[in-house]
């Protein structure tokens, strides 16, 4: 038996509806941008922190942090302190390089470009003392103006630490 075969006749096109196919992928889209929830793990950053330096020396027969008389930060080290104190909404309320007070950010700059570019006076770090009500922003800021400072010799300043200082 010969089978005939059919010939296709070229007026019949199939056509797609691409309306419903979109309309199908939009809400699916739709719905998956709306149940998505990242994990709490995605919105850490883990941060490296470069090893602690030894910053001053202490007797061998004597525990760290043993001695409540000794007042200095860093003996040994020539530091220049910053104390920084907060209003009540966490903003800079007052500035002190030293014992000398300032009151902006642009004059914090000019008293350390004075201070550091000293070459009789050198000092090898800096650590600003904070209170504890500063926001964080306020802090950045300062830390900003000290890590844009240089040394008599060219060397930036890199030496920068902060300690929080006690309420009352």
Do not use: W
Request: hydrophobic share 40%.
């Amino acid at each position: 038996m010969s089978r005939k075969k059919k010939k296709h006749r070229g007026g019949d096109d199939v056509k797609l509806n691409l309306a419903a196919m979109l309309d199908m992928a939009f809400q699916l889209l739709t719905f998956f941008i709306f149940t998505f929830k990242p994990p709490a793990v995605e919105g850490q950053v883990s941060l490296k922190l470069p090893p602690p330096q030894i910053v001053a020396t202490q007797k061998a027969d004597q525990q760290a942090g043993s001695n409540n008389n000794n007042q200095a930060l860093a003996a040994g080290v020539e530091t220049l302190t910053i104390t920084v104190t907060a209003t009540l909404g966490g903003s800079i309320d007052h500035m002190a390089v030293g014992d000398g007070g300032v009151s902006t950010l642009p004059q914090l700059e000019q008293r350390l470009k004075v201070i550091l570019q000293d070459p009789v006076k050198p000092f090898e770090q800096v650590i600003i003392q904070v209170g504890p009500q500063l926001r964080y922003e306020a802090l950045m800021s300062v830390i900003d103006v000290c890590t844009r400072q240089t040394f008599s010799d060219g060397k930036p300043l890199t030496k920068i630490s902060f300690v929080e200082i006690p309420e009352g």
